[in-house]
Structures are given as C-alpha cells and as structure tokens.
C-alpha cells in the first residue's frame, strides 16, 4: 500500500455568528467555561482556511461535537464551511456526538439565557449526507456509523454511539456485529483499516478513569473488539485534551487511542497523521492558527489558556467567595459544606507550596517553595489536559508533589479498597496520580506508532 496522509480535528463546537453571546448572563456563563463560545466561529474559519490550503492532506476527519450544542442555526452555518472545504478539493468525513443535537440549545442575550431552535438526532444525516454517509461503502443509519474507502488500501471505521433521544450509550450487540463484519471484510479486502468516534476508548490521563463520562461505556469490550480483528488505532476527542495511549488486549494485541485537543478551547490542536504501511502511523500536531478576533494582543495559544486557567482560578476564588456556586459547578451544591468549602478556598488563595509541604512533614524543593500554591494547581489541572505533563520525578514540582503522594499512602491504600475506575477496573492511587502528573510514556503529540 502507498503511504496516506490526513488531518484530524475534533470539537469545533461551532456557534452561529447570526445568534447572540452578549450579556451579563453570558460574561457569568463564560467564567465557568474552558471552551471559547462567541469566538468559535471566528477560530473555525481561521482553521478551515488553513486546512483548505494545505497541499500535504486531501482527507480530513472531523471526531465530533461539531457545533456549540445542536443549534440549528450553527448546522446550517458549519456546513457551509464544510462545503468550502469540499469545494477546495477535500474529503471531508465527520462524526456527530451528544453536542450536535437537542435538548438544550441555546444564545445569550442582554435579558439572559434564550432557547433557540435545536435539530433531532435524525435530522443529522441531511446535514452530513455529503460529508460520510453518502459516500459510505457500508451505513449503520440508526447510529449514523459508516465504513468508508479513505484511499487505495485503507478503510475508516466510523462509530457513534448516539441514536434517537439517546446519547453516550453503550454500543449495541446489533451495532457491534454490523463493526464485526466491516473487520472481517476488510481483512478478506487485503485493507488496513483504523477508526475514528467521538469517546475516548482508554482515559486520556488516569485520573481521568475515575469520571464516568471521560470514555466511551464498556470500553474494553470495545476496544478488545476492535484490536482483536484487525483495528489497532482510534481518533478520538470529547474531553478536550491532547493524549495518546495504548493498551494491550489479553491475546496481546496493541491498540491505540489518540485524542486530540478541542479547536476551540485549550490546547487547540490539530493532527496530520501519516500511514506509512499498515504497521506504523506517523502523528504530528499542529497548533490551531490565529485568528480573526479582540484577542488582547496574545496570540491564539496565550488566548485559549487564559481562558482555561481562569476557569480553574474562578471555581478556587468561588469556593471562598461563594461556594454553593462553586460546588454547583463541581456536581451539586450541599450548604453544610458552605463553611468548609470557604476555608478551604481562602487557603488555596493564600497558602505557599511550601507551606503545603510543611502540612505534611514535606521538604518542598528550594526552587518552587515560594510559589503560590494555587499556581501549582492550575499548572498540574493545565498540563493534564495539554498534555506531555512536565512534572517528572527529577522535577522540581515532580518530586515535591511526589512525596506528599507517598505520605498519603495509608490513605490511598485505603482509597484503593474503596473506589474503583468508572468501568469497575482496581485502581492504584499513588500511581494514578504520579502518571497524571507526569507523562512517562508516549508523546501526547508527536510520535511513531508501531500498531503490531
């Protein structure tokens, strides 16, 4: 087989440029919020025009969430910028997921928040018939999954797991065998064939195997599925991070799950990934460019971060100031915490790193023991989502967090009787977090995978 190249995006959450995102009940909305809302428009044109003008790729995968949350309005306009894309001479093959369709969409106005109108599940596929499922060689039309012939040689699988008044639902014994046959017959085909859905199949980083909605349900029986006949790599997005993971089935097949970072909220990425045969992928990021907007003189990567880190910074600032408000956002607001959850956020505001250590018998290390703790915090809460997490052990915020983790350790075996990941799995606290902390493992962004 020649070589083949594409690029992946994922979560444009595009938001109509006719609807509104104005108003206090916006600005409100927004401190809460890692992703960008009135600017998506503005940071999809700036993405697609620089897709539309790249000679290395003729193929882009689209892995969900494609607008805000299922306006009709947003639709109508994002297809028109696929159709742009089409125009300039792309394929382009999209998946929807639990964004892109009702119950919820809405604008902001200067009187609050409005309900707009939103499309049903079973609209989807005439907005997206051109962009898929028409050129589709095998169509699940109940779950909106598809088989398509991407190049002489390779197939994409394409999975949703959303149907009618459905959303993130466990994949279906029927849904299943129609993947199980597409497998086998691409074998038959002599045909290479990976996948693309909107979950992520493994965690993105471990801490993140604690959180239900972080993976697609049932994840091992999917991925054991897939591995095991042939599919050794998935794209994914939803959870907004930048990862790469890999695991191994019990008769020892690899299987990987690259999840890419959100268009429009940090980090913004995109991938251009390279099969070079039907053993070895090649996957490099790309940042997503700058675009057209009042972005304060920073550019698109300052921008988005900003927005992240005063997301986390405004939940730690609530959880003193107001925190019902801030325990609404973390699940559910209980007022006999009220009292608590304010102390603590005053000393997250105000502790050093340092004096955390000391709390627990701790030497920090001379370079970072000054610095506020909550800095700390937002970089560890940051990293996980960007990615390549720097905090090592030999690192100055690696070691010192380190040994507070290994302090913890009676607690965290206790931890480890108690809680279970989302999907049952045994878990190991301290090694949970060291590897959340730190990345010693693949490149989240650049790196060679040898599927076999």
Same mark, same amino acid.
């Given at each position: 087989?020649?070589?083949?190249?594409?690029?992946?995006?994922?979560?444009?959450?595009?938001?109509?440029?006719?609807?509104?995102?104005?108003?206090?009940?916006?600005?409100?909305?927004?401190?809460?919020?890692?992703?960008?809302?009135?600017?998506?428009?503005?940071?999809?044109?700036?993405?697609?025009?620089?897709?539309?003008?790249?000679?290395?790729?003729?193929?882009?995968?689209?892995?969900?969430?494609?607008?805000?949350?299922?306006?009709?309005?947003?639709?109508?306009?994002?297809?028109?910028?696929?159709?742009?894309?089409?125009?300039?001479?792309?394929?382009?093959?999209?998946?929807?997921?639990?964004?892109?369709?009702?119950?919820?969409?809405?604008?902001?106005?200067?009187?609050?928040?409005?309900?707009?109108?939103?499309?049903?599940?079973?609209?989807?596929?005439?907005?997206?018939?051109?962009?898929?499922?028409?050129?589709?060689?095998?169509?699940?039309?109940?779950?909106?999954?598809? $088989?398509?012939?991407?190049?002489?040689?390779?197939?994409?699988?394409?999975?949703?797991?959303?149907?009618?008044?459905?959303?993130?639902?466990?994949?279906?014994?029927?849904?299943?065998?129609?993947?199980?046959?597409?497998?086998?017959?691409?074998?038959?085909?002599?045909?290479?064939?990976?996948?693309?859905?909107?979950?992520?199949?493994?965690?993105?980083?471990?801490?993140?195997?604690?959180?239900?909605?972080?993976?697609?349900?049932?994840?091992?029986?999917?991925?054991?599925?897939?591995?095991?006949?042939?599919?050794?790599?998935?794209?994914?997005?939803?959870?907004?991070?930048?990862?790469?993971?890999?695991?191994?089935?019990?008769?020892?097949?690899?299987?990987?799950?690259?999840?890419?970072?959100?268009?429009?909220?940090?980090?913004?990425?995109?991938?251009?990934?390279?099969?070079?045969?039907?053993?070895?992928?090649?996957?490099?990021?790309?940042?997503?460019?700058?675009?057209?907007?009042?972005?304060? /003189?920073?550019?698109?990567?300052?921008?988005?971060?900003?927005?992240?880190?005063?997301?986390?910074?405004?939940?730690?600032?609530?959880?003193?100031?107001?925190?019902?408000?801030?325990?609404?956002?973390?699940?559910?607001?209980?007022?006999?915490?009220?009292?608590?959850?304010?102390?603590?956020?005053?000393?997250?505001?105000?502790?050093?790193?340092?004096?955390?250590?000391?709390?627990?018998?701790?030497?920090?290390?001379?370079?970072?023991?000054?610095?506020?703790?909550?800095?700390?915090?937002?970089?560890?809460?940051?990293?996980?989502?960007? /990615?390549?997490?720097?905090? $090592?052990?030999?690192?100055?915020?690696?070691?010192?967090?380190?040994?507070?983790?290994?302090?913890?350790?009676?607690?965290?075996?206790?931890?480890?009787?108690?809680?279970?990941?989302?999907?049952?799995?045994?878990?190991?606290?301290?090694?949970?977090?060291?590897?959340?902390?730190?990345?010693?493992?693949?490149?989240?962004?650049?790196?060679?995978?040898?599927?076999?």
């Amino acid at each position: 087989m020649k070589s083949f190249k594409f690029f992946v995006i994922t979560d444009t959450h595009y938001f109509a440029k006719s609807l509104s995102a104005t108003g206090d009940a916006y600005k409100e909305f927004m401190e809460f919020e890692q992703k960008c809302f009135a600017e998506t428009s503005a940071i999809n044109e700036a993405a697609f025009e620089y897709l539309a003008n790249q000679n290395e790729a003729d193929t882009i995968l689209i892995a969900g969430d494609l607008s805000f949350n299922g306006e009709k309005a947003s639709h109508e306009e994002f297809v028109g910028l696929l159709n742009k894309l089409k125009n300039a001479g792309k394929d382009v093959y999209v998946v929807t997921a639990g964004h892109d369709m009702e119950p919820n969409p809405f604008q902001y106005t200067e009187e609050g928040r409005v309900h707009v109108e939103g499309v049903k599940f079973s609209d989807l596929y005439d907005y997206y018939r051109d962009f898929g499922y028409d050129k589709a060689i095998s169509f699940y039309r109940e779950n909106l999954s598809y $088989v398509a012939q991407l190049a002489d040689g390779v197939r994409l699988l394409v999975l949703c797991n959303d149907s009618e008044g459905k959303k993130n639902i466990a994949y279906t014994d029927e849904l299943l065998s129609w993947a199980k046959e597409q497998m086998d017959k691409a074998k038959e085909d002599g045909q290479m064939m990976f996948a693309m859905e909107h979950y992520p199949v493994l965690p993105g980083q471990p801490i993140l195997t604690l959180i239900g909605d972080a993976r697609q349900k049932e994840s091992k029986k999917l991925y054991t599925l897939l591995a095991d006949n042939g599919v050794h790599l998935i794209f994914t997005g939803h959870m907004h991070n930048q990862s790469i993971n890999v695991v191994e089935t019990e008769n020892g097949n690899k299987f990987y799950d690259v999840c890419t970072g959100a268009l429009i909220g940090c980090p913004a990425f995109m991938r251009l990934c390279t099969i070079e045969d039907e053993n070895t992928v090649d996957i490099k990021s790309i940042p997503v460019p700058d675009f057209e907007w009042d972005t304060k /003189g920073k550019d698109c990567k300052t921008y988005l971060r900003d927005q992240f880190e005063s997301m986390i910074r405004m939940i730690v600032y609530c959880m003193e100031t107001n925190p019902g408000r801030s325990l609404r956002k973390l699940g559910g607001d209980n007022p006999k915490l009220h009292k608590f959850v304010s102390f603590v956020g005053k000393k997250l505001s105000t502790l050093t790193v340092g004096k955390v250590a000391r709390f627990f018998f701790v030497k920090a290390h001379k370079d970072i023991k000054d610095k506020r703790f909550i800095d700390l915090v937002v970089d560890i809460a940051r990293n996980a989502f960007e /990615g390549d997490q720097p905090f $090592v052990e030999g690192t100055p915020e690696g070691d010192t967090v380190l040994k507070v983790f290994r302090r913890l350790n009676p607690v965290f075996n206790i931890l480890n009787k108690k809680l279970h990941g989302s999907q049952g799995e045994e878990i190991d606290m301290y090694e949970l977090l060291k590897h959340s902390l730190g990345n010693y493992g693949i490149s989240d962004y650049n790196a060679t995978l040898k599927l076999r």
